[in-house]
């Protein structure tokens, strides 16, 4: 389970125009910059740039997108691999972790067993048990429990930059991966502008 929300691309115009820096021919670009929209000739230059890969590609390093994705900390884990030019705002368990009750709702449970569906219920109540003793005694003991036995499944919303040279990437080594949300997240990103273009190889 994966929510990708809030999507926001920039700057495409202009990371295209700066390809043709190396041969000073501006004057062939045909894109509207501000607004984004490539010719057709800009679109066939960076295409076959970004498939040529790097460095000839670097022009994906300046668009810049950004979005609110929740999904479970197993994912998050994953996706710290990709930290060079990213950047990734978590809500925060630290602060928040006791303000409301566990719900089956707050954890991935898509492929897993009926067993581990069972696990992750069991651990709800244990989650809500600490949490009550908790707000009852504000013993930090109480918070550490829930804070330490929170499962991978635990899902949490962070907003993450990044740009389309690392979505190339994802693209590149994640499709196909082990972990599904990994498809989905792909699937969305593959909904980006141009995407088809830059970030397949």
Request: charge should be neutral.
């Amino acid at each position: 389970m994966i929510k990708v929300e809030n999507v926001k691309v920039y700057n495409i115009g202009r990371a295209v125009y700066s390809t043709r820096n190396s041969y000073d021919s501006w004057d062939k670009s045909d894109s509207d910059i501000e607004n984004d929209i490539l010719g057709p000739s800009d679109l066939e230059l960076a295409t076959k740039l970004a498939k040529a890969g790097s460095p000839h590609n670097k022009f994906m390093r300046q668009i810049f997108v950004t979005m609110d994705v929740t999904c479970s900390l197993d994912f998050w884990k994953q996706a710290d691999t990709y930290l060079i030019g990213t950047t990734k705002n978590s809500c925060s368990t630290m602060h928040r972790i006791q303000s409301k009750e566990f719900s089956i709702d707050d954890f991935n449970t898509d492929e897993m067993s009926p067993i581990g569906k069972q696990m992750i219920q069991s651990t709800v109540t244990l989650l809500n048990s600490a949490r009550d003793a908790y707000l009852k005694t504000h013993d930090k003991a109480y918070w550490y429990d829930m804070v330490r036995i929170l499962p991978e499944s635990y899902m949490q919303r962070r907003t993450w930059t990044m740009n389309y040279a690392v979505l190339a990437e994802i693209v590149k080594q994640r499709t196909g991966h082990k972990l599904k949300d990994w498809d989905r997240f792909i699937a969305e990103i593959m909904k980006l502008p141009y995407a088809e273009n830059f970030l397949k190889r």
